[in-house]
């Protein structure tokens, strides 16, 4: 593996983990007490939780 292909693939790595977190920002940014989800099945168990309070 070339150097500069190493460097590709961070950036790639990075943009990737930087749109989940844009997402999972996006998607949290109406309750921010679940700012910083631990993983996608958690944040999606939150969601159906507060969903079930408020109605």
Do not use: G, W, Y
Not at 15 to 24: D, V
């Amino acid at each position: 593996m070339r150097p500069e292909d190493i460097q590709f693939a961070e950036v790639k790595d990075s943009e990737f983990a930087t749109q989940k977190i844009q997402n999972s920002l996006r998607r949290n940014a109406f309750c921010p007490k679940n700012l910083i989800p631990t993983s996608e099945d958690e944040a999606n168990k939150m969601h159906e939780m507060e969903k079930s309070q408020a109605s």
